[in-house]
């Protein structure tokens, strides 16, 4: 089955991190990319090999051929344009976050159909390995969970910086923390403390927080827009502990680590390919019937919504 895919917007991550992705995973193809001009969508098509350019979202969900829609907009148009396609009958991978709150990924995730939010570690073999140390007790029984996601932005001028857009650094990197921890725990969070600095704009632009689970387990996070790219997790267990140098978007160079029992033991479980590459060849496989559907958003992606607004309101101005 050769899936044809629909781009809602020009945003740099569907040129920088989706097509790439979608080149090396096979089984699809860019079919066409919609902006708000023609002319745009013409630009953007012809710099990235796509064979259709579309003035307006909603006349590229209006295309029977598209079988499938990635929506990288900003972040509060996520939920308007992700029920839009659901209805269309397409499946959807959404950016992060899903939606600006809890009550609008309720209102999304009562849609029927395929949908996946793009937090693509979860199809990485980096996370199958440390599912697989995990269950084997290889530090005991997960307790704590440290995790850190930072870069710089460079321009005031950032959408990020937008909070009619719902922006800030815990939407746009915090998440990550969350949705690790959400997965490891495999529960919805219980209360949060956080500490945020805002930008003039008025969004958060550096967050500490703790967010607490049941049983006593616990996330340990910050994020931010400021300062250089940092981006690591330790996994703390009753006997010992996992650090991963990069858990959302490993490459080849980077190391999962095993400290317990008085020894230390690295390796590298990935390979070259793009991140977003196993979770388009999983959508592929679940659209040409060869695969039951992993990490929907209907089964993930409401605890992480929870865990969002619990640290929002903690860090509040």
Known sequence: MDVRWGILGTANIARA?????????????????ASRTEERAASFAAANGIEHAVAGYAALLADSRIQAVYIPLPNSLHAEWTVAALRAGKAVLCEKPLCADVPETERVLAEPGLLWEAFVFPFHAQMARVRELLAAGAIGELREIHSSFHFRLRSRQNIRLDPALAGGALNDVGCYCVHLATQLFGERPQAARALATHAPEGVDEDMQGLLAFPGGRRLLMTCGLTRGRDCLSRLLGSEGEIRLSNPFHPGPADTLTVLAGGRECSERPTGPEPPFTAAIRHIHAVLGGEAAPLHL??????????????LRAGGAA
Not at 18 to 30: E, I, K, N, Q
């Open 17 to 33: 991190s989706f097509l790439p992705g979608l080149r090396a995973a096979g089984g699809g193809r860019a079919y066409a990319v």
């Open 297 to 310: 958003a209907r089964d993930e992606s409401l605890a992480t919504a929870a865990g969002l607004a619990l």
